[in-house]
């Protein structure tokens, strides 16, 4: 079936420093990504997305790198910041309106 | 910016009680979803909208059922609340792209029920 997971449940970084939070999805069909920061007590809150015919796509201090081959996505986030503390969603799709959604990976940023 | 509200961030509840739990987005979105968020489990589709009273079951709609009789609102509504359903609930909305391209989801803050 259809699954999509991150790879460690818990990432801590030191802040000034990149961090790389990895997703593994299951559905070779998949064709748009999504990745979403949740922070405590709120919605998750769009970041950056990337369809199948990109590898690579970059937003503001954000990238995201899709490699179809091993069906990977990772987000990595430059200069983390304090602000940068929530847990982070992949989410994948293959058609309209139907996401799914990876567990979450809760990024602690020590100062 | 696309906002989604949703009418209550915390609410307690007891078994067997009618809840409501309302959902407004003011980007003129065509589909709206409900998904509720429990630890260990991620987000999970209850139910979701493509259009002014259309409704679509999604993974998990035993014991929900859901309005919208407009196309900025839809409401969730649990007809008797059971402590199975203390949970975080979300709302999403997302407007379908041309030529079948993927749409992207704006979540609300959540609604933290507590069923007792």
């Known amino acids: 079936g259809e699954s999509v997971g991150l790879h460690l449940p818990t990432l801590s970084v030191q802040e000034g420093d990149n961090s790389i939070i990895n997703c593994a999805y299951s559905?070779?069909?998949?064709?748009?990504f999504i990745w979403y920061k949740q922070e405590s007590g709120k919605g998750p809150q769009f970041i950056i997305d990337?369809?199948?015919?990109?590898d690579k796509r970059q937003g503001q201090r954000v990238t995201v790198l899709l490699n179809k081959t091993v069906k990977h996505l990772s987000l990595q986030i430059a200069a983390t910041q304090p602000g940068d503390s929530a847990v982070y969603f992949c989410?994948?799709?293959?058609?309209?309106?139907?996401?799914?959604f990876g567990q979450g990976t809760t990024l602690q940023v020590k100062p | 910016d696309v906002k989604v509200t949703q009418s209550s961030r915390y609410l307690v509840k007891r078994t067997g009680e009618k809840v409501f739990l309302e959902c407004v987005q003011d980007?003129?979105?065509?589909?709206m979803f409900w998904y509720r968020q429990d630890p260990g489990l991620g987000l999970r589709l209850i139910y979701f909208?493509?259009?002014?009273?259309?409704?679509e079951k999604g993974d998990i709609p035993e014991g929900y059922s859901v309005s919208r009789e407009k196309k900025e609102r839809f409401s969730l509504i649990l007809e008797s609340a059971s402590t199975n359903q203390t949970s975080m609930y979300l709302c999403?909305?997302?407007?379908?792209?041309?030529?079948?391209?993927?749409?992207?989801?704006?979540f609300g803050p959540g609604t933290r029920l507590l069923v007792l």
């Open positions: 989410a994948e799709t293959s058609r309209p309106g139907k996401l799914i």
């Open positions: 909208s493509y259009d002014v009273k259309m409704k």
């Open positions: 980007m003129d979105h065509e589909n």
């Open positions: 559905n070779s069909a998949s064709d748009y």
């Open positions: 999403a909305s997302s407007s379908p792209q041309p030529s079948g391209g993927r749409e992207t989801q704006y």
């Open positions: 990337i369809r199948s015919n990109m």
